[in-house]
């Protein structure tokens, strides 16, 4: 295949100016961080690498307690290279000193397999997270040196990936294992990039190769399981390159497909990349929220039938899966320059992904419902309100990788030519030269792009045009565009000085859902342009379940107060229905109707001014 | 407080004549009793109780298998006293002797904890289901002993009674538990209402009065038990009368609720009455389907929030827990002679229950949804159909005890009155003398009641007025009734020869519900007389999660074809939205429309016909 070969844009590349990037990645530097090391000193997950835990003692380390705090370490690296810090960069090299005084003589590096249960290493591939803990060691290693220049991580998870190679493979006297949570897939792809060893994009390959091969690992060598429906929850049930349905724990899965595509695009292997493409379509066109969330069932966080996304208590769309998505969807977007995967990583990350971390940054949903209610029942989370922690703090620990990690989905560039994926306002430092992005996307429609260097001379620049924009226009130094755009980007030669003016048309839109989404029958969401809008019973005290929009009297933007400045909210008018004064379950007397007026708020922003009822898909006049 | 003391109606006393309790009640004999009797020794449960397996042999038994053998067995005489069957009854006898001679030499009786793990008798109450089977045995005695006048059984639960007396209770030298899954409380108070022995109905009141009492049994004696919402799903988290929630497991819970009210009967308990009229409300005014169903997740099995009453995949409404209701309800009802109570069996027996079985009355229904769409996760049931059996088959073996012991709620009698509680076709020896009900009730507006014979003169004879019944007329021997009913009951004094006919009205009615239960917001449900009907994709191949009901239009009354004789279905307007051409997951066009009829047939006649999709709650087309 003709693989295209972008890459992601260096966070050290990019510096965001606008409202949206910029003021999450400050979140993330003063509060998200902070707050997740404290989290991590004070449950244990750092002093678990002092290896003195005792049966007995308080604060036993987890199986998975070692990716919070590497993901963590993963997190602070990213906003090390956007925010020079000292006594953060002190606490980080302690930390990863503390790491690497674990490590095990033969590279292996695993508290919890360590003191805890040391003669069951490698025992139960399939629920101990131990490749998985292996996975997130090394990306963490990989960013330290890459962003930092650090090589005390770099060298031991080189180590243990080395250890970790000599366990598993084909090759006589290995075993045939591969992880229950995937993630070292696509971590041993970071790590062969970051140091040319091509041992680990091997390792990688024979992990995606291996999984849901006959024997099958589980059920035949392993012998830890025994249900098909357990193999499906793990991705395990049939070699990946065959799978063309997104099934099992979502978070697992994207993670998986995000190896594949690696392995797929490094290896110019054709039959694994249309899996890929078949399962982004599985996931993108039946399971996927419209805020970009997949996973729609709490009971496996997992995906469950195609067009089952329920709103309300059973829901999940777990913080971590969207971020995955975004993961995914880039590396697919990198191999074919297709605006397409842009798209849904902007819904993904505008909507379902900022969603799940507040404002301030202190606090993060697991689960991002779609509708709160009175009566939602909060399955995993515990509570409606986004929380500081959990028990398993995957999601809060992603979000310190992934808010900065945010600016290398900005861009995509290759060898050719520079693509600009989401217009936010910021300055890239391309390979081609200098390019500055203003504006008040994703809120205002007209965004400008100016050159502000091109060493080399000209060179080809591609902007997108978004899918949900219908009409648009693009000038350069003041003269139109009139081409078409070519998958989903209009490509230009620019030069220093040279300036781009575009207009996005930007009006609220209705939208509704595949009658397949049962649940959403009769009812509509409000975009504009790749924001999801939500009704909190904050702005409307009248309720939000009880609420019908009436779409025929037009909706005109205004501001909400407590929202961040430039934050568009939608004004409409609905109607309202009223409980007769009986009050029963059921009752043979229609409600009551008053009419009223609405407010929607980004949903992304919902319950960051205190608890309320949310609700996205609303009920409309006209149905 | 001034109790009534109605008793329910006999099985023996009662013959049905109608078109759906005699034919379920056919269909029982016929298909139920054998298949169960079938699956019980297909899967070991009859062999368990010659107690001669062995670790490593096929078919261990079950904590909970004895309790299904014995609800057969339980059925069988309930069926054998309807319709008498030498050979049935020779099997049953062979059974019963089987289960007599596992008795151990100290009373007690429970094939897991004789053979599997003869050393933790009584060790886990919490989660082991011990005293739920000893229960469920004692019920099966008492019918041995009432309906068919056979000892043995009856001699067997007495002697494991007494044993079970010899170990609990508050007594010096004796055990504090309370049972896990409740069921025993009532068993012992049929077990005391049978043998007159006062201790069965003390040690039924210590289970009620030890249940969440300090210091807790589950958290402080016996600490199987570690949170508060472990506690709740076992109603153990406050002492019963404090109770005003129903929580938790929701068969457990009207289990004990039935329990509570027997004992608040029996020994004149006013605030153990109150808690059950709390917990009453708690359910039928906040936690009910429409159609009786309770308890509306799959996860726990349990109740939830207030209102949340889900239709699809993540409901529950589990065919025992309706089962439980009406037995919780006719102890309302014949304590009280309250109508309201007789309201809500007619509602869950001719809905929620009766759903849960097969006109054949060989397959079954786990959970109850009132919505099936190609996305329904059948989380509990493994499919959307009824099936034969269940690994935990509960519900099956329900079926065998409940479809005769309809019979019992259709009247109620105390030393000064009869009840007519439910007016379909039967005849009646009451006390008074013989009655005799004709008419097609519940799907004929007019009804007949005949007093064939009164030996001791005139009595008073109650006529239920039913709630959902807005005009009625009742003439005795042609003369024009007009009293009120009080508490739900029209009395009036009759005597041999005298002849009553009544006609409820019974239009079409629209029915809404209470805007708290946010998932039924704009639609609509409806009702004929106690039926809840539903539409099913067969009647309506256009769809039914896309249909909008036209309720301006009006509706006629029908019959479709393959529903038994009878069966009363509802015609009317509604309009189906389309899908434009645009496949998309969520797009910008409204749908089309076009218009057409549709069918809904009673809810618990659905999935008779072969597969299909169905709803209860339909969109309508003013909201």
Redesign the interface.
Known sequence: MNFKNYSRASIKAVTANDSIFKSRIEACYKATIPSSIKQCRETGRIDAFKLDWKPGMDKQPHIFWDSDLVKVLEGVANILAIYPDAKLEKEYDEIVSLIASAQQPDGYLNTYFTVVEPEKRWSNLFDCHELYCAGHMIEAGVAAYELLGKRELLDVVCKYADYIDSVFGEEEGKRRGVPGHEEIELALVRLYNATGNERYLKLSKYFIDERGREPNFYTEVEKTKQYKWQLERHQAHMPVREQSVATGHSVRAVYLYSGMADIATLTNDEKLFEACERLFKSI???R?Y?TGGIGS?F?GERF???????N???MYAESCAAIGLVRFASRMLNATGNGHYAEIIERAIFNGVLCGISLKGDTFFYTNYL?V?????T?NMGSKDRQPWFHCSCCPTNYCRFIPEMLEYVWSENDEEVLLNMPIANTFKSRFGELEVSGGYPYDENISVVVKDSPKGKFSLGIRIPEWCEKYTITLNGQAITEKPVNGYIKLSVQEGDKLDCCFDMPV???????????N??RI?LMRGPTVYACETIDNPN?T??M?IDTQAGFELTTVEGLPEGTVAIKGKAIY???PAD?????????E?TAGEFIAIPYALWNNRGSANMAVWI?SK??
Do not use: W
């Not at 839109?509 to 649940?519: A, C, D, E, G, L």
């Not at 009050?583 to 409600?591: A, E, N, Q, R, T």
């Open positions: 993108t066109e039946r996927m419209i069932t009971e469950t039938t195609d067009y089952d996304l329920t309300g208590s059973l509708e209610d009175d009566n939602t029942t399955y839109k209705i939208i509704y859902s595949n009658p397949k989404i049962t649940n029958a009769g969401a309720g379940s009880n019908i229905e009223t409980f009050g029963s379950l059921y009752f043979d007397k229609p409600m109707r009920r006209q149905g």
